[in-house]
């Protein structure tokens, strides 16, 4: 159960912040070699800082634009306004009334009032949006995805422009990769299909929006689903133990492992849409590790950080046996680079593309450690 404090840190996150800090699955908590500062550099406010063991978010100075909880390899930061699954839902639902066409639109040009908002789905910025929601809408039916902005040149988010276009270009990748004829495009304008020639009635009180505060009992709810996001679908319970407590090696040998809803819904819904017809894709969700055996001491110390588990010893053995096998599965990699990170040999090395064959295969990619090459141990 989660502690009296564990509650009021979420409240406090839901009514001051749209992003709620998962610390314990930042790789620069886990490991302060690790290299990984993709929020800061998306953040256009430098509202996070990450240094020493700690991530923290700024949330008077966060506008809300979502970028860094798109860009976190290990969903580290996780959006609560909307969140992913209140993003779906209202998703799922303008796509049914759309008859396949899938609309996401930014706050601004959503407060122009220009189109029915039950036919698309409304985030604060469109860098909000990842390829996990995309390949998702894809795999059930959407068959056309549009971004609608409010003219990037000029808004407050205009910064986020990056992250938007590689959510598109990464999501267009897997679908092509798949052999989907859906594809994502970016818009200006609502299309023709959305707009309203008499908003009133649509708008107001009764609006299906995302942003208006909930008061009461409905605020009671709302701070349940999230506390139930957090702990439930991200294995995540915040304490105040110290770090090493927190974060200690299992019997296994590694640290704990992290569950990624929003990877594992990313693969579900590749296969879902079908077998590939390419024999490799180059995404930022999974990576092609290898190992340099010549270069490598078989200390083991990639599979103890691994945060997803895609790098693991064998085991068949005792952790505090020596080190025979590594294994690795690139559907489980979410290319954090910890195990890059922590090579302090330089033996391993990570790659954005990764074959298809690997990437579907049950059989693990296996190094044999006992083919490195071991220093000879002095005599006097």
Known sequence: MPSINDIAQIAESLEKSPVFVARD???????????????????????????????????????????????????????????????????????????????????????????????????????????????????????????????????????????????????NELLAAHGSATRVERASEFPDATLVENSEGLFGSTRRGFFSEAAGAAKETALAAARTTIEQEFGYVEQDEPIGTRLRVTANGAMPHLKMPRHEATINAMDAIGLPVVDEIETRRFSTVTIDLDKCNACGMCAVFCTSGALKRDEAKSSSDPLEYLEFSAADCVQCGLCHDVCWKGALSISPIVSCEQLYDFEPVTFDMKAVKKPRKKMF
Do not use: Q
């Open 25 to 171: 699955r930042c790789v620069a908590v886990r490991n302060r070699n690790a290299l990984c500062r993709c929020c800061v550099g998306v953040c256009p406010v430098d509202a996070i800082e990450v240094r020493a063991n700690e991530i923290k978010l700024d949330a008077g100075l966060c506008m809300a634009c979502g970028a860094c909880t798109s860009v976190c390899p290990t969903e580290a930061l996780i959006p609560l306004k909307p969140t992913d699954e209140d993003l779906a839902s209202a998703a799922a639902a303008a796509t049914v009334a759309l008859e396949g066409h899938t609309v996401f639109a930014c706050a601004r040009i959503s407060s122009k009032h220009l189109a029915d908002p039950s036919l698309y789905a409304e985030v604060p910025c469109l860098a909000r949006l990842d390829e996990s929601i995309v390949l998702s809408l894809a795999s059930r039916g959407a068959e056309h995805v549009t971004f609608v902005d409010g003219t990037c040149e000029t808004c407050k988010y205009g910064a986020c422009v990056p992250v938007i276009d590689a959510t598109m270009l990464y999501s």
